[in-house]
């Protein structure tokens, strides 16, 4: 398969203007899981909700570290695997701009997170 970066003769090309709705929720993700697939991404993004109650005695604080916390998903989005690349780029990019010293602790959090979330995928 060619790769080649001009589109077919039959297609049109069109100008995309983006609009984020005005009642659209923003949410807070905690937490992000990455699962790759055969054709594409899936971006799983949690939220983690905190006990309703705070653990006042030994036996309450072994019951809340067994049942541990719920780490809800609010959103879930899939990106075309010859997609991604542009969306990791754009996500790096940003970091730079933000925090110039990013990139050593880009990698460690990334390796962190990638350790912890084995059982994910």
């Known amino acids: 398969m060619t790769e080649d970066k001009e589109p077919p003769q039959d297609s049109v090309e069109l100008k995309v203007s983006f609009r984020i709705p005005a009642r659209m929720p923003t949410l807070y993700a ?3 899981m990455i699962q790759p697939g055969e054709h594409e991404v ?3 993004f949690f939220e ?3 006990p309703p109650a705070v653990a006042k005695d030994a036996d309450q604080m072994k ?3 067994e049942s ?3 780490a809800e998903c609010i959103a879930r989005i899939t990106i075309a695997k ?3 690349p542009s969306f990791a780029k754009a996500m790096q990019d940003i970091l730079v701009i933000d925090r110039p010293t990013a990139n050593e602790e ?3 959090e990334y390796a962190n997170d990638q350790r912890n979330n084995t059982e994910g995928k």
Do not use: A, W
């Open 30 to 32: 905690h937490h992000l």
């Open 42 to 44: 899936l971006l799983s």
């Open 48 to 50: 983690v909700i905190p």
């Open 63 to 65: 019951k809340l570290q």
């Open 68 to 70: 541990g916390v719920i």
């Open 82 to 84: 010859d997609r991604f």
């Open 106 to 108: 880009v990698t460690d």
